[in-house]
């Protein structure tokens, strides 16, 4: 009897995951007409390595087949299921008294939307094995591929979509890197190939020495004094700041230098969102209060501030650490010694990761075929869009791709929601296709969703639809 008892755990754990129907989210809305999955994909059953995910299906009326899309927030050790699912861009928001609001801008209306919290140690993901939570670019990547490939097994249904990979922040680390990973396996014999079509990098850090330079941001909107603006060109810009955080080479200039940054911003104004107030419940401080200490990449690079409705993170945190939430989420609890957190937990980053320039890869993508999007909120003072932009038009000017639309407005209805640009290359001699895109988007801040959704819907549509963002008002 014990060896059968045995014997069956084992074949649980090195099953490719516990993928179940959530049959009903605590305060859901009645009549949703769209299935909802969450579970966990065994990466490694040796190490008893598993990523948990939160799937929503499309919410369509027809039976046209959406495509499917993989989202990854940043961090690296931020949420996805926190982040992107329940602040951004999933189909419920939590309310104020413990319901969930649906989203009507949310991105399952033009895709099947697949959240993963990696790596390992972030929200609801573990491994059995202590030293797995020690982690870096390689390895995420890695994990994040056989997480794919196992998925697509649970869910083969969705083998034929076309896949595409979407993130933000330090996911402008994870996306190339997981996608090139995928162009490398679909190149083997005798696989079934992942049908990647394009990849979507919003507000991302893709070179340390351009990304994150904020001076001249900030001094254009006020932020900062003209004094201050020049001792940050010439004693410590963003990068040398971070860079030397990183590698425990602090210099007290930079350090005086950020002081007089951080003094003249504001404690009340967050850098991801130079316009929104923060959150005045009295509660709102005691639910977000942190058991641990944060990396040192997380506390300089990825601190969150309080954007959109400024007391949504908070009830966020609050219902997915609801007893009853979990259950229905199917939340493996006792492997859980520790709450669920927007960007903590037991995970330690391989911190020089941060200086990884992914610049290089993101062209070889492009060169391989698959069409880039770059986005950029216009009110982030982290990853400026003037830094992405800089980016874009470097890929443009090295891989000789060829404007074709000028720099200008484009619309979500009858409103500018930003600005764009898009790049291409003759595919026969006479046809251009459209290779890289730059665009902004008006009013939004580092998670460009939760702030600004009915504009980044506009975007995402046109991302997986493969066509250009409206350059004039929809009727």
Not at 228 to 257: A, M, P
Not at 286 to 311: F, M, T
Not at 385 to 393: K, Y
């Amino acid at each position: 009897m014990a060896l059968c008892f045995f014997s069956l755990l084992f074949f649980l754990f090195c099953s490719n995951s516990w993928a179940e129907l959530i049959h009903f989210l605590p305060g859901q809305p009645k009549n949703v007409s769209f299935n909802q999955y969450s579970g966990y994909i065994v990466t490694d059953a040796r190490h008893g390595r598993a990523l948990f995910y939160y799937f929503v299906e499309a919410d369509s009326n027809t039976d046209e087949l959406k495509p499917l899309t993989l989202w990854l927030n940043g961090g690296p050790g931020c949420s996805s299921l926190g982040f992107g699912a329940f602040m951004e861009h999933g189909p419920f928001q939590p309310g104020e008294n413990g319901t969930l609001i649906k989203n009507e801008y949310s991105w399952n209306l033009e895709s099947n939307m697949l959240y993963v919290e990696s790596p390992i140690g972030v929200g609801f993901s573990y491994s059995n094995t202590s030293k797995n939570y020690l982690w870096n670019d390689t390895q995420t990547a890695q994990d994040n591929l056989m997480f794919i490939l196992n998925w697509l097994e649970e869910f083969p249904q969705y083998k034929e979509s076309d896949f595409f990979l979407a993130g933000e922040s330090y996911a402008g680390h994870y996306i190339p890197q997981l996608a090139a990973l995928l162009v490398e396996h679909n190149k083997k014999p005798n696989i079934e190939p992942v049908n990647l079509k394009a990849i979507a990098l919003g507000n991302p850090l893709l070179d340390l020495d351009i990304s994150v330079l904020a001076g001249d941001f900030l001094w254009s909107h006020g932020a900062i004094s003209d004094e201050t603006l020049f001792l940050e060109k010439t004693i410590c810009n963003d990068s040398k700041y971070l860079r030397e955080y990183v590698h425990d080479k602090w210099s007290q200039g930079c350090n005086d230098v950020f002081n007089r940054v951080e003094d003249e911003v504001g404690v009340d104004v967050g850098l991801d969102d130079l316009l929104l107030p923060t959150c005045l419940s009295s509660s709102y401080a005691e639910q977000l209060k942190l058991k641990g200490k944060l990396g040192k990449i997380h506390s300089a690079v990825a601190k969150r501030a309080k954007n959109g409705d400024p007391c949504l993170e908070g009830r966020i945190f609050t219902y997915l650490n609801r007893p009853e939430v979990q259950k229905a989420l199917h939340v493996k609890t006792t492997h859980h010694p520790f709450h669920w957190a927007f960007c903590e937990g037991p995970l330690v980053y391989q911190e020089d990761n941060l200086d990884m320039n992914l610049i290089p890869l993101v062209s070889d993508l492009i060169k391989e075929g698959f069409p880039v999007l770059l986005y950029n909120g216009d009110q982030d003072a982290k990853i400026p869009l003037t830094q992405t932009r800089i980016i874009a038009n470097n890929i443009a000017e090295d891989l000789k791709l060829v404007p074709l639309t000028e720099y200008g407005t484009w619309y979500d209805n009858k409103q500018v929601g930003g600005w764009t640009q898009s790049f291409g290359a003759p595919e026969d001699g006479k046809n251009y296709v459209t290779y890289l895109t730059f665009a902004t988007v008006r009013g939004a801040a580092h998670e460009v969703p939760f702030t600004s959704p009915s504009q980044a819907l506009t975007l995402f549509h046109s991302f997986v639809n493969g066509i250009p963002l409206p350059r004039a008002p929809q009727n």
